[in-house]
């Protein structure tokens, strides 16, 4: 299993980016899809998550500006960063929930002028 996320960056306040992550070796349509950031000094926390029918949930912080979306034929997971915030720089990892639990590489977003 791999996930691999890419996107990453430096990026101004008020700016957009959007992250990918590319998923292999499970069926990826059939599996709800994360994505977790953890800042310095903070615990690891859950973004958004989008389940194989495509229900998304988001975190409080995040509502409004983020929007996570998935590429079943492409098998990629996407987070469309809108407005960052200071506060939105970490590092982003995706996820796949259940047992066993798969992690891939995160990929470092820092928001700063």
């Known amino acids: 299993v791999q996930l691999q996320a890419s996107g990453g960056g430096l990026v101004q306040p008020g700016g957009s980016l959007r992250l990918s992550c590319a998923a292999s070796?499970?069926?990826?349509?059939?599996?709800?899809v994360d994505w977790y950031r953890q800042a310095p000094g903070k615990e690891r926390e859950l973004v958004a998550s989008?389940?194989?029918?495509?229900?998304?949930t988001y975190a409080d912080s995040v509502k409004g500006r983020f929007t996570i979306s998935r590429d079943n034929a492409r098998r990629i997971l996407y987070l469309q960063m809108n407005s960052v915030q200071a506060d939105d720089t970490a590092v982003y990892y995706c996820?796949?929930?259940?047992?066993?639990?798969?992690w891939g590489r995160g990929t470092l977003v820092t928001v700063s002028s």
């Open positions: 996820h796949r929930p259940g047992d066993p639990e798969y």
């Open positions: 070796g499970f069926i990826f349509k059939f599996n709800t």
């Open positions: 989008i389940s194989s029918g495509g229900i998304t």
